[in-house]
């Protein structure tokens, strides 16, 4: 009988450490985004698997879709409903996702870059693209990251164009709601765990992803799971 309580209360400890996890991640995203977050995972389960493994039960259907993935047998997850890229286009989690320059430049070269970051180790004898970034502060303040790309711009290239097209390029928000959401999950087990320290490198390739997920057979019914799945891949 005593055996039988401590086991009681293990699942019980274990189960409310579960949703202590859920809590955190939810409430670091925020009420707003965590709604967001749901109603794109429910159009991922209900309208895009639906569509395509109409036979299939969800979690049967994720793993499928997963696998398929990680064999590049489909391009499938780019057909996500226009409905729910709308919803994603206009919501904040956009935003604490991604990050877009709000100014581009070309610099001639290094010796040009006014180096506002105080960035001392720079040199750079040709052309490359400063892209700069501003975040706003819980206090009402604003501050500025700034980042350097050196792809080979030659001198007839219409800088226009590469100013614009930057200007569209998104990066990862390295200091955006997910990413600290996912800090506060990153001790759940090893999956989080490592799913964290890759996302400090930025952008994690659906197929890698899908990879890990089969290989450590992670839990597809998982609320979070079902979760990061959905952002990495569908956005």
């Known amino acids: 009988m005593k055996s039988i309580k401590i086991v ?14 859920v809590t955190d991640f939810d409430e670091t995203l925020g009420p707003e985004n ?12 209900t309208d895009f ?14 793993e499928q879709f997963l696998t398929e993935l990680r064999d590049g047998k489909t391009e499938d997850w780019k057909k996500i409903s226009e409905k729910a890229r709308k919803i994603f286009k206009s919501s904040d989690l956009k935003n604490e996702i991604y990050r877009y320059p709000d100014s581009v430049w070309i610099v001639e070269n290094s010796s040009l870059d006014k180096k506002e970051d ?9 052309p490359y693209i ?8 819980p206090d009402g303040t604003f501050e500025y990251l700034y980042s350097r790309n050196y792809p080979n711009i030659l001198s007839n290239m219409d800088t226009d164009s590469i100013i614009k097209s930057e200007m569209k390029t998104p990066e990862f928000n390295t200091i955006g709601k997910y990413i600290q959401a996912i800090y506060q999950i990153k001790e759940r087990d090893t999956f989080f765990n490592n799913f964290y320290r890759q996302k400090q490198n930025g952008f994690i390739r659906p197929e890698t992803l899908a990879k890990v997920i089969l290989y450590q057979k992670v839990d597809l019914n998982d609320y979070l799971v079902k979760r990061i799945i959905v952002l990495e891949i569908a956005y």
């Open 8 to 21: 009681i209360l293990f699942l019980i400890f274990w189960s409310c450490s579960k949703d202590k996890y």
């Open 130 to 137: 400063k892209s700069r970034y501003k975040y706003d502060n």
């Open 34 to 45: 965590s709604q967001t977050l749901t109603e794109l995972v429910t159009d991922f389960e």
């Open 49 to 62: 698997l639906k569509r395509q493994y109409p036979k299939l039960k969800t979690e049967n259907a994720y």
């Open 118 to 126: 105080s960035l001392e180790l720079l040199y750079s004898p040709v």
